[in-house]
């Protein structure tokens, strides 16, 4: 059969939407998606057929149907939805890093209809966005005032632009990093506006080099801090106090982008990370960092420090730009709420997953185990989970996992991942590990079934 003649087989899109097959697609999605999908469908087998791939021409109907089925379910998991996280990485940049205490989430739907973002409910006046938060969180770190902007990405921009526009940023070369998703410090410069003058090498900085390089066209200093590599060796760098202490034009800020934005010392759990009030107390003028790493709420930056600093960023027309909405303003009040009251290491998630002690996981595990139908070929294991997303490097916490061994590792994860809720975990040494430290208690039901659903389905091979 010519090409020609196997083109002429293929059925035209009404004849595929038509088709009883696609009858459950047809009631649930949008016509235009799923003409679309039939389109590409179609084509696909046109461009196969033209390849000379295709022998037969016949059952082209029911490929066509099968390939829309498949575009629909990957449609389906790209749509945002829950996520159970059992890769022990509490900060998941993937999964959308903090998860969000419960105070917060119950504050921010508050948020979504009609709320007293910009009002003063007791003057009746209209009130300025975000400023009872920026005060209550300039208290909690101890600083003059704080602004808020939708990440400290964009934090890093706006005050490198408000405060050294056309003039020249002193930073380490063992600093110039790039922090992920094609943000690279040297582009950061560049498109704030501002000139890099890069100073010491790639494993040495001292003091005396930022003194050398202080001068007439000097802007600003500012500090990286290593959130996402580490250095060791032969290296050495001065401590942001020697860099607040610096001998330098009063017109000139000592910047701190500390990024992984700790509040609480968390050195209790064995976990090295400067506190942003350590950072404030030292004399820097502006410190910045993340909302949504190891702050534990949402996704945003924030800048605290100096009035006579922040004072011109929070009136730059820039920060119009990038000021939060009113569901991030919502959230992010009720996670100070929760630092400024000391109930951090209880309400918000991160922490308490970080503080989550051997012995509870332990027993999370069993419990799973021993509630499953099937326990051959799975184990309580112990085993590291990683801080991750840009906050301490390397660092990990000593928890326990469920291990699946024994059965297709990949399939198993496959099949958790794609179901609903999907689970998240990780595939090691041809095993499926669960780390428990990042399930919420209140979905460890909900894994309990889809692990029950996936082995029972995925049988355990045979040793040969
Ligand atoms: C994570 C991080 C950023 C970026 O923060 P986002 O909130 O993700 O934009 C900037 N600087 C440092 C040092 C970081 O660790």
Known sequence: MSKTDKLRALPSVDEVLRSPGLAGLRDRLPHRRLSQWAKESIQFCRDEILAGKVDQNDAW?????????????????????????????????????APLAKAAIKRMEQATGYANIELDLESGRRS?????????????????????VNNCAAATMLVLQATAFGKEVIVSRGQLVEIGGGFRLPDVFVASGVKLREVGTTNRTYLRDYEAAIGEQTGAVIRVHRSNF???????????????ALDRPENVPVIDDLGSGCIADLAALGLAEPTVSASVACG?????????????????????????????????????AMRVDKLTLAALEATVEIHLAGRAMDELPVLRMLAADQQSLRDRCEELIQTLPDQSCIDVVSCESPVGGGAIPGATRPGFAVKVYGRNANRVARMLREGNPAVQTRVTDDAVWVDVRTIATEEMEDLRQRLADVLGQVEVESDE
């Open 230 to 244: 580490q250095q060791s060796g032969f290296v050495t760098e001065p401590s942001i106090d020697e860099m607040a």
């Open 128 to 148: 300025k966005r975000g400023a009872r938060v920026a005060k209550m969180l300039a208290q909690l770190v101890g600083a003059e005032d704080a602004v808020i």
């Open 284 to 320: 820097t003028e502006l410190t910045l960092f993340s909302g949504d790493k190891l702050f534990g709420g949402p996704q945003c930056g924030m800048i605290v420090g100096r009035k006579r600093w922040i004072d011109p960023i929070r009136k730059s027309p820039m920060m119009r």
């Open 61 to 97: 109907l029911r490929q066509i149907v099968q390939l829309i089925e498949r575009r629909q379910q990957a449609d389906s998991g790209q749509a945002i939805q829950q996520v159970i996280n059992g890769t022990g990485v509490v900060l998941h940049t993937n999964l959308g890093r």
